[in-house]
Structure formats: C-alpha cells, structure tokens
C-alpha cells in the first residue's frame, strides 16, 4: 500500500508536499500559539513528520524533519525569530527531537524495504505456482492429442495389413478429432496471449446479434453435441457497435463450456435482451450448477474444476471475461435455485434500429 | 474437362505443398510446385497456370506486394492461404485482386469447392441471364427472384444487393466491396446497412433465416452467397 504513494508522487513533489505539510502545520499552531505551548508544538510537528515518514522516500523525510526543527526552533522557543536557545533543556528537547525525527524516518524506511522483499517473494512464489499449473494444464491438454495422433499414425503405417476397414477408419477419425482438439487450445492460447499483452483492441462494428449467436451454435454442433440448444433472441433487437469476433467467441466458450460439463439430456438457454442500449446476453443450462466456493475461481486463469473430466485447458472461461472486459462489458456467474448455472452478460454500447434505415 | 487445369502452388511449408500436391492431383488438377516468391513469379511468367494458390507467409517476400506484382498482368485466379486470425490481411489481399482464401487449418473439401467456383468465374460469363439453382430463379433482365416457382418481392435496394452475389457466385466479397456496388462510394463505413439488408434477404430468401444457407457469413470479412447443389 506503501509502494502505492511512492510511486504516485515523484522525488521533487515529495520534497514539496512535506515542506508544505510541516510549514502549514506550524503555520496553524502558531495561530493557536496563545493556547498551546512550544514544547507541545514539538510533538505536534513531531506526529507530522512521522506521517509523512509512512509515505515518503527518506531523504524528503530527513530534510522536512531537518526543517521542521529550523522552523520550531526560529518561531516557537524562546526567544522568538531567532535561531537562539535561551534554556539548557530547550538545547536538550530541540536535540532529541531532530534525532527522534531521524530514527522515526529511517525505521519506516527499512520496515517499508522489509515489506518490499516479503511482496516479491510472494509474487514470485505465486508466479512459479501459477508457471507450474501452466505448464501441468499445458502438457496435458497438448500431449494427449499429440499422443492419439502418433498413436494413429504408428498403426496405420505399422500395422495397415492387420487392421480391418473399419479400424483403419476409427483411427482416421482419432486423429482428425486430437488435430482439431490441439487447433482449439492454440486458438486459445493465442487469445490469451493477446489478451495479456495488453494488444487485443476491440474492433468494433455493427453486429446483428442473432446472426452472431446462431454462427457460434453451428460451430458448436458441428463437433457433435447431445444437449438441447434454446436460442430466444427478441426480433426488435437493434444492432450493437461491438466486436464481432470477441462476441461470438465469448458466445462459443460458454455454450461449448456448458455442452461439456452438463449431462447429455440437459438444456442450454440463449437468451439476448437489448435494456436501454445495454446489450444483455444470458447463458443458462440446467445441469448441476457449480459449487458455491468455485464460483468466485471460474474465472481465473488455467482453473479447473474438482473432478471435472478433460478436454479443457482452463482458459475458456479466462478468455471469456477479458473479451468482454475488453468490450467493456461485464459477466456474473450463478447458480439457478432450480439447479444449473446462469451466466449474465451486461455490454453497454451504441444501437442502431432497423427502423431508422430506410429501405427502397 | 479434357485437359486438366493447371495448378500452381507458391508455399514454402514443404508439408503444405505435399498435402495441397495430394489432394489436387487426386481430384485430377496438373500441380506445379515454387518454393518462394522470386521462383513463383517466375515460373507463373514462364508457363502461366490456370490458377495460382499463394501462401501469404513467405520467406523472401511479403505475400501482399506478390499478389500486386502478379495481378499487373496475371488475369486467372488466385487463392490466398493464411494463418489463422489475420482478417487484416484477408482483406488486403482481397482488395490487391485475390479471388478467395483459405485460412490454415483448412478442410481439404472445402479448398476444392473454393477452386471450383473460382475457375468455373474464370472459364464462364454471365452472358445467361437467368440463373436456376435448387429452388431458387434468379432473372438478371427481368429483375425478377423467384423461390418454388413463387415470386419473391425485393425492394430495389435488397435486388441490387442479390445481384451483386448472384454474379459472384460462390466468391467472398469484402463488406467494404459490398457497400461500394450497391450503395456508392460514400457508404463503404455504412456496415449497419449492409447488416439489415442482408438480415431482410435471408428473411426473404432462406428456408430458415437464423440457419442460412445461401448468404454465408465470413466473419470479420464479408459474406458469400453459395448455392446449393
């Protein structure tokens, strides 16, 4: 939290801003001068200095400490406008507070430094974590298509007079399945990478937002999918200023995330709701839902559910929330009170009505 | 046909030229092989080829400025192969005069059917005015469409938007392209128009709109109106 007010302020406006501080403190205690005592000035301007030394580098604490003992020194102690001391124990007071100011600046210093190095480590401890979930995911999710297409390709090349037509045709369609398998992680790895690049931008047109979800559902089914898909898209919706690929994909990975981990007999509800220029998609099936301690995890990168079966890398649902946070969107996971789960989606962005174009 | 069209690829992925060698010379096409652009443009000015499949990624020069220097006087199609997301550059190469493209991973059918509605553009001229598919009748003098035998009513903006598909045939064309012939010059930016109409179009025309099957949405690039056989 330290880090934060560092950073925001640069080395001459710390300079400044504690300079500032100290002389508008002492500004208002020698208004006050007639109620308050000098020696209880000396703490007040104490207390400001260690303030400052929670957020500023040391060397503007030690000059704005150094200054504030100048400034005490010159208005308050008697006598006044002069860098004189009359008594022995203003020598002594004036003495330990510049030491006081100093040991209050250094030791914030070194406890902030402390904190620094703890941060870090825990950074890279959670970075080699998050490498090693990665690269788990990775290898798993990559190798056991790459394993079925070695695999294939070694019995057909190997074994062709041993297998009958109808093996020879299983292991064709095994390896077009794992290529088609491996052709989507790398599609969603490259999205990934872009997104955390930071140099996905959203191009956006004008989207016909049926055309888009009913393109994303013929992708769908064309793997072969069991589940029932219900698509409720209002006729009078108008078309939305959006990117079209990130809305189709967001689409694609939350339907395609439902078909896989929902029972064969289940239902997957579509619905697109246009609220005031808020582009309202909701994605709901009727399976089991998820559990409560993972609904706030989903989301995160290379997640996967407990006891979930294969197929994903757990970076559908990553991609689908940095598209639409991209889009400027937002997306809420929960689960219905009649089992299953509900995913909404809220987009503001610019419409457009049929109505309004003329047709000759 | 009695002679085989030639075919020539311009890859420099060795597994692609063997895979696209296969398939073609399986479907009966002549194959000649180039390995980067200098050979390419060579050999496509030594022996012009009836088409030309040019891998946009190439080692020795970029895909695009290849495409210009064959299209000054190579009039046949060509076939653009890309990588995947890169509709940028799908564009581009649609606008420099490529007749269609792929993107890697490709169906090999799909290649195929690609080829043959750019060749079947290249040998044959809409000199036939009347166009017959399926159910579908389109009559480019009468400017009538009929679906079954059944007049089908088009304002005119929606006829001029069919037209202009019903004479590309099996062709992407870019949105940009599509603004331009039907509406002019000024509209090119108007994408909502071209969203309308062709929602108005498939309403008209399709068996089931929100499942088309004529009006093909390429997305990111544009729309392909394909008949069905």
């Not at chain 1, 710390?14 to 205690?29: F, N, R, S, T």
């Amino acid at each position: 939290m330290f880090e934060l007010f560092i950073n925001k302020y640069s080395k001459t406006k710390q300079y400044l801003y504690g300079i500032l501080l100290v002389c508008l403190v002492a500004g208002i205690c020698y208004a006050f001068s007639q109620y308050i005592g000098y020696r209880v000035v000396a703490f007040i301007l104490l207390l400001t200095v260690s303030l400052i030394a929670m957020f500023f580098d040391i060397l503007p604490v030690l000059v704005t400490a150094f200054i504030s003992a100048l400034i005490w020194d010159y208005f308050f102690i008697p006598p006044h406008f002069t860098l004189q001391v009359a008594s022995t124990d203003d020598y002594i007071l004036l003495f330990m507070y510049f030491v006081i100011a100093s040991i209050n600046a250094v030791l914030t210093y070194k406890i902030r430094q402390i904190e620094k190095v703890a941060m870090q480590k825990e950074e890279k401890a959670n970075t080699v974590k998050l490498y090693n979930t990665i690269l788990n995911s990775l290898s798993h999710e990559l190798r056991t298509p790459i394993a079925a297409i070695i695999g294939a390709t070694d019995n057909l090349q190997n074994h062709n007079e041993k297998l009958t037509d109808k093996n020879r045709n299983e292991l064709v369609k095994e390896i077009s399945k794992a290529s088609f398998r491996l052709n989507q992680q790398v599609e969603n790895l490259l999205n990934m990478s872009r997104l955390e690049s930071g140099f996905i931008q959203p191009r956006k047109d004008w989207c016909d937002i049926a055309e888009i979800v009913y393109d994303a559902v013929k992708r769908i089914e064309e793997n072969g999918i069991s589940q029932k898909i219900h698509i409720n898209i209002n006729p009078a919706i108008p078309l939305f200023k959006l990117d079209k690929g990130m809305l189709e994909q967001v689409i694609y990975n939350l339907v395609n995330n439902a078909a896989l981990y929902t029972d064969a007999n289940c239902t997957i509800n579509i619905i697109a709701i246009c609220h005031a220029d808020v582009l309202q998609i909701i994605i709901e099936d009727n399976g089991k839902g998820f559990r409560k301690e993972e609904i706030t995890n989903v989301f995160d990168k290379f997640y996967r559910l407990k006891n979930t079966k294969t197929g994903g890398t757990g970076l559908g649902l990553s991609i689908v929330k940095g598209f639409t946070e991209a889009m400027g969107g937002s997306i809420y996971l929960e689960n219905l009170s009649t089992g299953g789960a509900r995913f909404t989606i809220n987009i503001a962005a610019e419409t457009s009505y049929q109505k309004s174009i003329k047709n000759e | 046909m009695s002679n085989p069209a030639e075919i020539l690829i311009i890859d420099d992925e060795v597994q692609m030229r063997k895979l696209l060698e296969i398939t073609l010379q399986s479907n009966d096409y002549a194959v000649s092989q180039a390995t980067n652009a200098k050979e390419g443009i060579i050999m496509a000015a030594n022996h012009p080829p009836d088409m030309i499949i040019l891998d946009l990624g190439l080692p020795d020069e970029d895909g695009h400025s290849v495409l210009q220097k064959l299209r000054e006087w190579y009039t046949n199609p060509v076939i653009i192969l890309s990588v995947q997301s890169s509709e940028e550059d799908i564009i581009k190469a649609l606008d420099t005069g490529a007749n269609d493209y792929l993107t890697k991973p490709f169906r090999t059918g799909e290649l195929l059917a690609r080829m043959r509605s750019a060749l079947r553009g290249a040998l044959t001229d809409v000199n036939n005015p009347v166009l017959t598919y399926n159910d579908l009748q389109i009559d480019l003098s009468a400017r009538t469409v009929k679906k079954k035998n059944e007049l089908i009513k088009l304002t005119a903006t929606e006829y001029a938007l069919l037209a202009t598909f019903a004479k590309n045939e099996g062709k992407v064309l870019t949105h940009h392209y599509l603004l331009r012939e039907v509406w002019g010059p000024g509209f090119i930016n108007q994408s909502q128009y071209l969203r309308v109409f062709i929602a108005q179009l498939r309403k008209k025309i399709e068996d089931d709109p929100n499942r088309p099957e004529y009006f093909i949405t390429e997305s990111g690039i544009g729309y392909r109106f394909v008949l069905k056989e």
